[in-house]
């Protein structure tokens, strides 16, 4: 595997930039806020959280989760925004229905995410993960609440990014080829974002794994090696934070997205084993990493 090229970490004492998390914890540590603030450190951006529920789960799944009170969460990002300010946001679990009510709402007052359809320029960048499950399949997220990520927080995303069983919650389609993820990418658009990410990477079958992108007129591919592996928890949380902090750093969506497939791969190929169950994604591959000397973006072509 080739040496990635990373953003330069900041110097001492020198502020660095800021990404936000809205998101749930871990108990387990390998997914959620967890990986999130993983991949933020490492990748040299400072993190700040607003957490939306606690889990109780280890490396064989959940068993519980408790929601925080939507006026908290929304409190939380007012909080961070005014004071600390970020480049980016991204999202995870989210819970239930009122909370993503009261993340849509405070978002688009602070001015997280796109202002119309096809436009963001002035806005902070908004990925927004749709979690609907763990990779266990136990659910994440209250059965009337998907409709309320897809109608309130998809319009202001600035790119989307679910998982194949989470595209087959929300189109109906059932990715299965090239021709599906296709499919399922423009079904994704007309629902509102300015970008989708079709991943690929649990179309096992393939000996590459293949991330769609999609705007509403071009696609574009993003092809690595695929990393054969059981330990994978927290890979969409990695992937996910990882293209938030190369749009906090000023990156394109296409640079974003090749930036965050190439550190997911990495760090898929230093999972480790955990528990009894599935270890998790490993971000930490970073610090084997000579000190990078600048970051340089590999867009693919359409």
Request: overall charge negative; proline content about 8%; some cysteine.
């Amino acid at each position: 595997m080739t040496t990635m090229k990373l953003f330069p970490l900041p110097e001492p004492g020198a502020t660095p930039v800021r990404v936000l998390t809205i998101a749930g914890s871990d108990s387990g540590g390998g997914a959620g806020i967890q990986a999130d603030l993983r991949t933020f450190a490492l990748t040299g951006v400072h993190a700040t959280v607003a957490v939306t529920a606690v889990t109780v789960q280890n490396s064989l799944g959940v068993s519980g989760f408790h929601p925080i009170p939507p006026e908290t969460v929304a409190a939380q990002i007012r909080s961070v925004v005014a004071d600390i300010g970020i480049g980016a946001a991204k999202t995870g679990m989210l819970a239930s229905r009122e909370i993503i009510e009261a993340v849509a709402d405070v978002c688009g007052d602070l001015g997280i995410g796109r202002r119309a359809p096809g436009t963001h320029s002035g806005r902070i960048p908004f990925l927004v993960d749709p979690v609907a499950a763990s990779m266990h399949g136990d659910p994440l997220l209250a059965p009337a609440a998907l409709g309320a990520i897809i109608t309130r927080l998809f319009p202001l995303a600035t790119i989307v990014t679910p998982n194949l069983d989470e595209v087959r919650l929300i189109t109906g389609i059932d990715v299965v080829d090239d021709r599906s993820q296709r499919d399922a990418a423009r079904a994704l658009h007309a629902l509102g974002p300015a970008w989708t990410l079709v991943k690929g990477g649990h179309l096992r079958e393939s000996e590459a794994s293949i991330d769609l992108l999609y705007d509403g007129a071009e696609f574009l591919e993003f092809e690595t090696q695929r990393i054969d592996t059981p330990h994978d928890h927290g890979g969409g949380d990695t992937l996910g934070a990882a293209i938030t902090c190369a749009l906090a750093y000023g990156s394109t969506v296409p640079e974003a997205v090749a930036y965050g497939k190439q550190w997911v791969t990495r760090s898929l190929a230093a999972a480790y084993p955990l528990g009894g169950g599935h270890g998790p994604v490993n971000a930490m591959w970073r610090l084997r990493e000579n000190p990078p000397e600048a970051v340089e973006h590999a867009v693919p072509q359409p």
